[in-house]
């Protein structure tokens, strides 16, 4: 009798461990969540409005153009994910091209917002916070651009996932607002809500923990940390 690996036998047999979802499962699953986080910032932003209603006053043309553009970029992260799970790559590539376009909106808008809200409201750690955001989303947007013409779809979806949850930073901090929590609460939410959400995904999606998302949350947080350092300094 051939005898099999005890690792093996256990791998084999790990009933712990999801099947692998198919690239179509994967990616209908990545929708719905991109799904709920436009849900998620669209109730927070509302909950803000109906709380504190004088703070709508800050919300100028720019501010508007930039919040359409975040909405209709993480609307786009769930289209994408619908339409690549519906076997439609040809128009999935061609949207792939329009965010570029996207992604320039919504970095120029957010820099110049950041600094200005910044000085306006004499808060410069809000001006490093939002930056930080952009510090994490835009290499690993280029890093999923760079992923997808390698063919590593599961890599490339997970990198727009992280980089769309570095955004989310602002969302939590109009929920903390409205509580009545300290703003800091906001940032300490970000790294354990973003490592949650994009495990709980990956697991689903393949079963395991990959070095490639490893890598892309162990960069996540390091900005994080970063950021945190320069705030320290600045107000130590």
């Known amino acids: 009798m051939i005898g099999i690996p ?4 256990a791998y084999a047999f790990d009933t712990s461990r999801p099947a692998p979802m198919s690239a179509k499962q ?26 504190h209603p004088e703070r709508a006053a800050r919300y100028t043309p720019l501010v508007v153009f930039h919040a359409g553009a975040m ?8 289209s994408q994910a619908y339409l690549a799970s519906a076997g439609r790559m040809n128009l999935h590539r ?32 809000v001006t490093i916070v939002n930056i930080a955001a952009f510090v994490t989303f835009i290499p690993l947007y280029l890093a999923a651009i760079v992923l997808a013409r ?17 955004f989310m ?24 809500l973003t490592i949650l959400i994009a495990l709980g995904y990956e697991w689903a999606a393949i079963g395991r923990i990959s070095h490639a998302v490893a890598g892309m ?20």
């Open 26 to 51: 994967a990616n209908r699953l990545l929708g719905h969540i991109a799904v709920g986080l436009v849900v998620f910032t669209v109730i927070a932003f509302a909950l803000k409005v109906v709380v």
């Open 150 to 166: 390698r063919h590593n779809m599961h890599a490339h979806r997970m990198a727009m996932l992280i980089g769309t949850l570095a």
């Open 71 to 78: 909405l209709a970029w993480m609307s786009m992260l769930a």
């Open 217 to 236: 949350l162990a960069f996540s947080i390091a900005v994080v940390l970063a950021m945190v350092a320069i705030l320290a300094i600045w107000f130590l």
């Open 169 to 192: 930073t602002p969302v939590y901090a109009r929920v903390t607002d409205v509580l009545g929590l300290p703003s800091p609460v906001s940032i300490g939410l970000q790294p354990p």
């Open 94 to 125: 061609r949207f792939g091209t329009v965010s570029l376009g996207l992604v320039a909106a919504i970095t120029v808008s957010g820099m110049i917002i950041s600094v200005n809200l910044g000085q306006e409201i004499g808060r410069t750690e």
């Open 6 to 9: 005890s690792g093996l036998y």
